[in-house]
């Protein structure tokens, strides 16, 4: 199995289609080094990434390939209310389903029910699926425990706060509905 470096600004570690074994299930395991680490915590905003391993195999399907793998790292981002460290330990199942696919006509999409499938190509991008997989797993909104938000008021001197009920579109009428039973 021959794994390629990316060319592009982001994580990339190609694997040619064309040298898998069509006939056994085709292992890889993919450690990032240092600066690459660096480059996909930059990529992704994040304060620290360390412990990133991604393994597992690619086999043959009938109508392409199937990739099952684990993803373990861990990440540290910014909190979300008091920008302190939030690390989060992740150990993630990966699945995939590479296979031909025909490019919807133009005005027309289609899903045909298999969230995992994915265009096959002459590479699939090992880099590329970790960065995508990392990232929807992290938290999108990381806290640390017991932070509290802020309370913010943007109101001029001297006005009234504004109550929900004033946002609500017939909240004039109710009151004036209101002002004639009386």
Request: proline share 9%.
């Amino acid at each position: 199995m021959s794994v390629q470096d990316g060319e592009d600004g982001y994580f990339s570690q190609k694997l040619r289609v064309s040298a898998l074994d069509p006939n056994r299930a085709n292992p890889f395991l993919l450690t990032p080094k240092t600066d690459e680490i660096a480059r996909i915590a930059t990529e992704l905003a994040l304060l620290k990434l360390r412990k990133v391993r991604f393994a597992g195999e690619i086999s043959p399907a009938d109508d392409g390939w199937r990739l099952e793998a684990t993803l373990g790292a861990t990440a540290q981002q910014a909190c979300i209310v008091t920008a302190e460290p939030v690390t989060t330990r992740l150990d993630i199942t990966v699945s995939r389903h590479y296979r031909p696919m025909a490019a919807p006509k133009p005005g027309e999409a289609e899903f045909d029910g298999d969230d995992e499938a994915e265009p096959l190509g002459p590479e699939i991008d090992l880099g590329q699926l970790l960065v995508e997989a990392l990232s929807i797993a992290l938290p999108d909104y990381p806290r640390v425990p017991d932070a509290t938000p802020e309370s913010f008021s943007a109101l001029p001197d001297g006005a009234d706060p504004i109550d929900a009920a004033s946002l609500k579109p017939f909240a004039a009428l109710q009151a004036l509905k209101d002002k004639l039973e009386e």
